[in-house]
């Protein structure tokens, strides 16, 4: 498969989904989805805002954009989307519940876009001075599951420390009261909070030691098997997408397109796009059929990473239980379908 799209190779993908549109029947252009969405920093941005995905598909997409992915995950679970956007902690909490959903897609390896801030002057200079301290974080979102697992690995637990259940907004404004003494975020308020503050650890340290993060797209398993076709075109947009992005990473500046969305999206500044961006890594179409991510079953990547996180929620007592087998949340079959 050719992986080389070009800014205007998108568009041209998307005047061909025009004409798709156009020449199908009535009752296929009157399909819709409503699929949601959340602050991250990455190209599929630019994809929402430019409408890219309608033009491929046809169909008319309602979008919800959500603070976190538990709450992006109780609209899953009652009904209320399609297909959304949330990190792996969720989305393996979602599926140990039972929610009838399944994962098609890995948005982006976390990496270091997410971390551990802590305000200057809060006297935490190494991880045993957070002991008696404030953090903010979004409770069951991949901040939680990796705030949890780096006290544990620096000897402390959740007695030790003050952890508050706060969504991106809140954790900006407290930072900026002066309420909390740290937070594990990810963009942009993590951007906001780096002005006055230094990073304890990030996700990509935390993930070298056992536990990955990621964030994923899932789709309610009753649409995916309705809407098969629709799910292979959306992929393939996000596919051409990640590949603009990545063609252009060297040179990508404020004033790309991409960069331009994401800043319109996400209520950040275009110029801290392109830095934010880079802390993240967006797996190619052959890194999501691959054992690391979406293939090789039981084995791949992306299932072992639900299973294990899922270990850690219930021994966190956050889910009461666990499946027996997870790879029935993980499907690679719609991305195998790409042509590029």
Known sequence: MTRNTTFFGMKELALVGVMAA????????????????????????????????EDATGYSI?????????????????????????GSSPIASAASNGIDMELVWVM??????????????????????LKGKTLGVPFVSTTHFHMLFALEQFGLTEKDVKLVNMQPGAIVAAWQRGDID???????????????GEVLITSKQLSAWGKPTFDGLI????????????????????AKTDEEYRSNKEGFSADHPIAVSVAKLTGGKASNVPEAMSLYEFPTV??????????????GGAVKALEA?????????KISGLQPDYSV????????????
């Open 108 to 129: 982006e390896n976390i990496a270091d876009a997410e971390a551990l801030v802590v305000r200057k002057g809060s006297g935490i200079s190494s991880p045993s001075d």
């Open 329 to 340: 949340f993980v499907n690679p079959s719609y991305a195998a379908q790409i042509e590029l």
């Open 309 to 317: 996180t899922s270990q850690f929620l219930l021994q966190e007592k």
């Open 182 to 196: 740290g937070a594990f975020i990810w963009d942009p308020a993590l951007g906001t909070i780096k002005q006055d």
């Open 219 to 238: 789709a309610s398993k009753s649409f995916t098997q309705s809407h098969s076709g629709f799910v292979t075109e959306f992929l393939t947009v996000l």
């Open 22 to 53: 156009t020449l199908s029947s009535p009752a296929m252009a009157a399909k819709e989805v409503t699929i949601g969405y959340q602050g991250m920093f990455n190209p599929m941005k630019y994809a929402i805002d430019q409408k890219l995905f």
């Open 286 to 299: 052959d890194d999501q059929l691959s054992c690391q991510w979406l293939g090789c079953e039981a084995q």
């Open 62 to 86: 309602k979008w919800r954009k959500f603070d976190s992915g538990a709450r992006a995950i109780t609209a899953m679970a009652s009904g209320a989307v399609d297909m959304t956007v949330a």
